[in-house]
């Protein structure tokens, strides 16, 4: 009867990843060549699209741990919430999950080794790296389509993702309808270009080891102080992955489609 029992918990486990498989593939493949550089990226379209209408635009950034050339890892955070029912037929959106390869990173951020530890130097203004040049374009070919609406596009990102998301905000600042930074960090003296253009919430684990939480915190009182009015949620109990608590809020989803620029 155990025996039994167990089997039967196998099969249920591997159909259950079977299905989240499955469902992961409804994000169709693609490359966006630019320049010398290619950025891969898995997108959704809503169900039933219609090319003659218009739809929002979502584009998600990874964390560093989900680099690659694979066009499969970038998923592995954030693209189950999109994939839900309710939120595709509730917000019938575009969806692009972009991965930036291995050798790159989506801010121009400097590190430095403090005691063990990652510190990270972000910039002021500079020359975006490869992958967020690749990203750009990639923005600006999707813009051109006739089935975006432009006044609704809106992007996000974790670890890595939230360092890029306000990088793309400082250098496309009047692209976005709002965004979301989880875990994330920038110079302070970079918000003043989207504090008042973009909404924004911004995510953090209090208990954040690898992005300390002083970042996002620094970023919400420069946002404040250039006249921007962010969201901020601090998990008390979260350490580097609160990404997991970001994308599971229920209000996440209906407060960035509510903005329009």
């Known amino acids: 009867m155990k025996n039994k029992v167990a089997h039967l918990i196998l099969m249920l486990l591997f159909i259950s990843s079977l299905s989240k498989a499955q469902d992961l593939n409804m994000f169709e493949r693609g ?8 950025i891969n990226y898995r997108i959704l379209f809503p169900d039933h699209f219609d090319p003659s209408k218009k739809y929002p635009l979502v584009f998600v950034l990874h964390g ?3 680099r690659g050339n694979d066009n499969n890892a970038q998923l592995v955070h954030g693209a189950s919430l999109f994939l839900q029912i309710k939120n595709r037929e509730k917000f019938p ?11 790159s990173f989506w801010s121009n951020t400097k590190f430095e080794d403090s005691n063990g530890k990652t510190k990270f130097n ?29 006044h609704r596009v809106y992007v ?23 965004a979301f930074s989880i875990c994330g960090g920038d110079n302070t003296q970079n918000a003043k270009i989207y504090a008042k253009k973009v909404p924004l919430w911004i995510f953090h684990g209090a208990k954040d080891q690898n992005v300390p939480p002083e970042h996002s915190e620094a970023m919400v009182v420069a946002l404040q102080h250039f006249g921007g009015k962010p969201k901020f949620t601090l998990y008390a109990n979260d350490g580097h992955n609160s990404w997991d608590d970001a994308f599971a809020e229920p209000e996440l989803l209906p407060w960035l489609f509510s903005h329009s620029k």
Request: aromatic share 8%; with cysteine.
């Open 122 to 150: 972000f910039l002021v203004g500079g020359e975006p790296t490869r992958s967020m040049s690749a990203l750009l374009g990639l923005v600006s070919t999707m813009l051109d389509k006739p089935f975006v609406d432009k």
């Open 93 to 103: 959106a575009i969806v692009i999950f972009p991965q930036c390869p291995n050798n």
């Open 31 to 38: 490359s966006f060549n630019h320049k010398a550089d290619t």
């Open 64 to 66: 560093s741990g989900e």
């Open 156 to 178: 996000g990102g974790l670890s890595m993702g939230g360092m890029g998301t306000f990088e793309i905000l400082r250098r496309k600042p009047n692209v976005f309808a709002a």
